[in-house]
């Protein structure tokens, strides 16, 4: 039966997981760079469902490159070396699937090269088998690289392949990582059938997996979660291919014929859905722009999906749905959760000896009780700020490194954070707030001072855009909102302050004085109901216990509400539309303390809990705050 515009029976869902064709994400492939035969920077794009030529999505950074080595998450395309016409490079360039645009700057490889294999899965991208000039005569080097596709930075040594080879095809799942075919020379004149595969959570070289049916070079590749398949590429007769090769990928099998290409070609690139496969472009000699498909579990001759925008050969590819990205362990929705029923997640922070953590602790607002684990954020950070909407929790920058990052994660589906988009510059000691709709971040530091307002859609993933500028450069505030206002108060603007400012969240400008704190104050934590914020705790310069409240419709300074039950600093707070909870901070060591008070009322915090471990420097974001009730 179909279920279009139905609710999944779980019975067909499961069906559909057990056959390989359950959907998986949006289902795209990045055609990158390549050779017309000039080195190019094109980025083109295909939906793998469908049939069609690609269109236009962007342009590389500044080079040029073909032959480049390439991963993907299910969020963000990474383009490793390659060859830019001139010589080859370690540069290492990122783009995110969010918005068509251009690629920018990730890091560096440890290897100038290109012409290596690469494949991934949602956390870490590995190229290995490069031609490359900074080793001898054939210049083929069998070192693996690696990077965490959500943390910009320069690429590390995984280890090493079995043997030099390069022209070799890759493809996977989300724990293996297979090195199919190849050349074990610079003038492609020997050929391998060799597989190597290593698992991508570890480091250490490659391991002799199996062989191919056929020994080839300069094909592509491409797979399901349990078969990967090299295409095309060329033969030890020295003849153009259009021989289709699987492997399984479980049982070290010795591959065999799946079907032909529409074209003999060699030099394309291959991407997948982990139910269809597409080989896109190559060389016939001449370049193509032909892109063929195949479904990955039924063997046959491969069909026309359409054509690149332009003909080339040596192009890397990205996919936001691939084997390795595994759709069928992502966050599973709770069956006792209802959005907005006062789930409060504190992600980040900084744990004993100074060190900065990435876990993300949830508590249950309406149940005194401790944190328990909820997953991580994609790095480990602290000072870093938060928004919300009723069902996805966003984290916004970071002290240590600082950093533009923006995560998020579903209230609903406990597991690890995903890449959101890029903050306006690399901003810690920041701090947000949100109504339903769109999030804020108010300042922070660079490390100079800065009074930047930042906004986010939280439903769209994306960079942040100018919001307007605080009152002056400010770090350490702390921020609630009513579904119309955003507040921040207090903080260290060249010294610590008492002032509290406010701005409308559905408009863009600078923000406007709304009135003081009881006392001044740097690092305290806040929440709010729809219409009252509560400050409480921060440092001035010793730590304070004081909670203050403010009426946020009304400007005027805040009032004092009572007393934590321990004075401390850099403490995270968030609330329901009825209770306020500030866990964690300084006092000035580090605290595990959860306090809770009733915002409606007055009077002295209460014990709720502890945190999972001591911890200062996390941010809280609410599933039910102030800002996400009805107006």
């Not at 490159?65 to 016409?85: D, F, I, L, Q």
């Not at 595994?326 to 004993?352: C, E, H, K």
């Not at 000035?588 to 915090?605: K, M, R």
Request: aromatic residues 8%.
């Amino acid at each position: 039966m179909s279920n279009s515009g139905k609710i999944w029976d779980i019975r067909e869902a499961y069906k559909q997981i057990r056959n390989n064709t359950w959907s998986r994400g949006a289902g795209r492939a990045f055609g990158i760079g390549g050779t017309t035969p000039s080195a190019t920077n094109i980025i083109d794009v295909v939906t793998l469902s469908t049939t069609g030529n690609a269109t236009d999505y962007g342009d590389l950074e500044v080079n040029a490159v073909s032959t480049p080595g390439c991963a993907s998450s299910t969020t963000r395309g990474v383009c490793m070396g390659g060859e830019n016409g001139v010589s080859y490079t370690n540069k290492i360039q990122y783009f995110n699937f969010s918005s068509t645009g251009n690629a920018a700057d990730f890091g560096d490889m440890t290897i100038t090269g290109g012409l290596g294999a690469s494949h991934s899965n949602n956390t870490r991208g590995l190229a290995g088998g490069f031609y490359t000039p900074a080793v001898s005569n054939p210049y083929i080097s069998p070192k693996i690289d690696v990077i965490t596709i959500a943390s910009l930075g320069n690429a590390e040594d995984f280890g090493d392949l079995g043997a030099s080879v390069i022209g070799s095809a890759g493809y996977g799942n989300n724990t293996k990582a297979f090195f199919a075919g190849g050349s074990t020379n610079g003038s492609w004149g020997a050929y391998t059938n060799r597989i190597d595969t290593v698992t991508i959570a570890t480091t250490g070289n490659a391991t002799d997996y199996a062989d191919l049916f056929q020994a080839a070079n300069q094909g592509s590749g491409f797979g399901s979660t349990t078969s990967g398949l090299y295409v095309g590429g060329k033969n030890p007769s020295e003849s153009l291919t259009t021989q289709m090769q699987i492997n399984n990928l479980a049982n070290g099998a010795t591959g065999t014929d799946f079907g032909d290409l529409t074209v003999a070609r060699r030099q394309g690139i291959g991407a997948d859905n982990s139910i269809r496969g597409v080989m896109m472009g190559g060389t016939t000699p001449s370049k193509e722009n032909t892109i063929d498909f195949v479904q990955i579990s039924t063997t046959g001759n491969a069909t026309d999906f359409g054509d690149l925008t332009v003909a080339r050969s040596d192009l890397g590819s990205a996919d936001d749905s691939n084997s390795g990205l595994d759709f069928n362990q992502t966050q599973r929705p709770s069956v006792n959760y209802m959005p907005g029923s006062g789930r409060i997640l504190f992600g980040g922070g900084q744990a004993p000896g100074s060190t900065e953590i990435n876990t993300i602790q949830m508590l249950n607002i309406n149940t005194l009780g401790n944190t328990s684990d909820f997953g991580n954020l994609t790095r480990s950070d602290r000072l870093l700020g938060a928004c919300s909407s009723l069902t996805r929790a966003v984290y916004l920058g970071g002290l240590d490194p600082k950093t533009n990052v923006i995560d998020y994660v579903e209230f609903a589906s406990q597991g690890n954070a995903a890449d959101f988009g890029d903050l306006t510059a690399s901003v810690g000691f920041t701090t947000g707030t949100s109504s339903t709709t769109r999030g804020i971040r108010f300042g922070g530091l660079t490390p100079t001072l800065v009074n930047s307002i930042d906004y986010i859609t939280i439903a769209s993933v994306g960079n942040a855009t100018d919001f307007g500028d605080l009152l002056s450069a400010t770090a350490g505030s702390a921020s609630c909102a009513s579904p119309t206002r955003g507040v921040t108060s207090g903080g260290d603007a060249s010294g610590i302050i008492n002032v509290i400012q406010y701005i409308t969240i559905a408009s863009t400008s600078n923000s406007t004085d709304f009135g003081d704190l009881t006392t001044v104050a740097n690092t305290p934590a806040s929440g709010s109901s729809s219409t009252r914020g509560i400050i409480a705790g921060g440092v001035s310069p010793s730590e304070l216990n004081v909670i203050g409240y403010i009426t946020i419709a009304s400007t005027g300074n805040a009032t004092d509400f009572g007393d934590l039950t321990q004075a401390r600093s850099r403490l995270a707070g968030n609330s329901s539309n009825i209770r306020a909870c500030f866990a964690g901070g300084n006092t000035p060591s580090q605290s595990n303390i959860i306090d809770y008070i009733t915002i409606a009322t007055t009077g002295n915090a209460a014990d709720f809990g502890d945190m999972l471990t001591v911890n200062d420097g996390s941010a809280g974001a609410s599933d039910s705050h102030g800002g996400l009730q009805s107006s």
